[in-house]
């Protein structure tokens, strides 16, 4: 590939800054300065590598997101597609112009084996049936349901994304429905009818998705790596010897029959999103709908500040140097999609090139410049079993490291830590530092982050207290 290529505008829209990707894509904040309006455009690259199976698929994608259209699930607002084996002066992909999910991952805000508290569970429970049972109507079943697939708007609202791996299962007109024979999914989420050659019916699949993301927002953690045999909480679970293990000993009772129902191991006798919506836990009103966004982000982090998570400073308001022309952007953004949900969440950070948007909340500022930074952290991760590869540094003296490693259930995550430069006023330097996960398990990548700013190589120049003016 050429190295002048360039991204393209995306029907206006101008690619920014990346806040995430995985294996096959990019995501990246694009703006219109124009209409001053802020989107996400999710960036696919075409090359040689690419079958024609997997073409097909994203235009699968594409035409079944594109046809759907609810408050809790996130919109299309259309794509562009730079063909490989052209004269184009931009990249080859195929880039789909998405609504952009100033909140966040849902997932980010969990503590480990915590949760996110009761009231939060049950206001985004309500929000992600509803948005699942809008998908279904339309005939379409998502088949990932994942921490990593639910994200929050600026105002909070949950928005369901992704439909690489959806299936359209059911014809409207005629109500007529198919069996599914594809095996897919991430293995904590799935359900255990996949572990069969059979076909298996579409909605109970994600029913079953439900369920495990309602465990997993109540006490933190998936309740088991995967529904099989080989799973020892699974099969404890199967023989019904699970009632008085942890968590679920500490899982309050209407919301544990919920659970079980959801999770019921035979498809035909499983809970059904419809039987969900008609529970008595999910009829109890919320409180959280009527307070503001303010009280919803004060509550979904709530479970993260007891647990010291979000007990690591924020730097605001400190000197920089003028903001050069393009920083317009920035600066436009920034006043965009910033909102009180947002800043309650403290996702925007006054850095070295102006603010900066940090939508996983895993992030600190430090005593040291990034060099020094980056030695302690690779020291840091490495005591964690966590392999640690230093990348090339960034033109405004940003230091990246990319960061691998298993879980504690042989489960992969990866991701990256950014080390950026800070001027304080007295002349010195200190780091601001994003870890940022690509994927993976989020609780574990939280845990993991944790370890490293508690450890002994890092703690000592993490700072912890608020300051102003330093």
């Known amino acids: 590939m050429q190295s002048n290529l360039r991204y393209p505008k995306v029907n206006g829209y101008r690619l920014i800054q990346q806040v995430g990707g995985g294996g096959f894509s990019t995501v990246f904040q694009a703006v219109n300065t124009q209409d001053h309006r802020v989107a996400a455009c999710k ?55 998405l609504e952009f999910a100033a909140g966040g991952d849902l997932f980010d805000k969990i503590a480990p084996d915590v949760g996110v508290g009761e009231d939060v569970a049950h206001f985004y ?33 949950l928005k369901i994304s992704d439909f690489g791996l959806c299936s359209v299962y059911k014809l409207k007109e005629s109500g007529r429905t198919r069996m599914l024979s594809e095996r897919c999914g991430s293995l904590p989420y799935v359900a255990p009818e996949l572990n069969s050659d059979m076909p298996y019916a579409a909605e109970p699949i994600d029913a079953w998705g439900v369920g495990v993301i309602l465990f997993t927002m109540v006490v933190g953690n998936t309740p088991w790596d995967e529904p099989t045999g080989r799973s020892y909480e699974f099969s404890r679970y199967v023989s019904g010897a699970f009632i008085d293990d942890a968590p679920w000993d500490r899982i309050p009772a209407p919301v544990f029959s919920l659970i079980i129902g959801l999770l019921t191991i035979s498809p035909q006798d499983r809970m059904t999103l419809a039987d969900a919506l008609q529970h008595p836990w999910a009829l109890t009103q919320s409180q959280l709908a009527s307070q503001g966004p303010v009280a919803l982000a004060e509550k979904l982090t709530q479970s993260l500040r007891n647990t010291g998570d979000l007990d690591l400073v924020e730097i605001d308001m400190l000197p920089r140097e003028s903001p050069s022309p393009r920083d317009d ?69 940003e230091v990246r490291c990319r960061i691998g490693a298993l879980d504690a259930r042989r489960i992969p ?21 994003v870890m940022q996960r ?33």
Not at 49 to 70: F, S, Y
Not at 413 to 433: H, L
Not at 444 to 457: H, I, L, T
Request: net charge positive; glycine share 8%; proline share 5%.
């Open 438 to 470: 690509d994927e993976g398990d989020p609780i574990s990548w939280r845990r993991m982050f944790k370890a490293a700013v508690q450890s002994q190589e890092l703690a000592p120049y993490v700072l912890r207290r608020r300051v102003r003016g330093s």
């Open 329 to 397: 952007d920035q600066i436009m953004l920034s006043a965009t999609i910033g909102s009180q949900f947002t800043q309650s969440l403290m996702l925007f950070s006054q850095t070295q090139g102006g603010t900066r948007y940090t939508p996983h909340l895993t992030r600190f500022w430090a005593s040291i410049a990034p060099p020094e930074l980056i030695v302690a952290m690779e020291r840091a991760l490495q005591g964690q079993s966590v392999r640690v590869v230093r990348a090339g540094n960034g033109p405004n003296g």
């Open 125 to 157: 429970f309500l929000q992600l049936l509803s948005g699942l049972t809008y998908i279904h109507t339309e005939g379409v079943c998502h088949r990932d349901l994942k921490p990593e697939n639910l994200l929050l708007n600026a105002a909070g609202t």
């Open 43 to 97: 960036v696919v690259a075409l090359t040689l590598k690419t079958t024609q199976a997997g073409r097909k698929a994203i235009d699968k994608e594409m035409r079944v997101h594109a046809a759907l259209k609810h408050k809790n699930v996130l919109e299309f607002l259309s794509a562009v597609v730079v063909e490989s084996g052209t004269e184009s002066p931009y990249i080859p992909a195929i880039y789909m112009l």
């Open 413 to 433: 995550f990866k991701g990256w830590a950014i080390a950026e430069p800070f001027a304080t006023a007295d002349g010195g330097v200190r780091s601001f530092c």
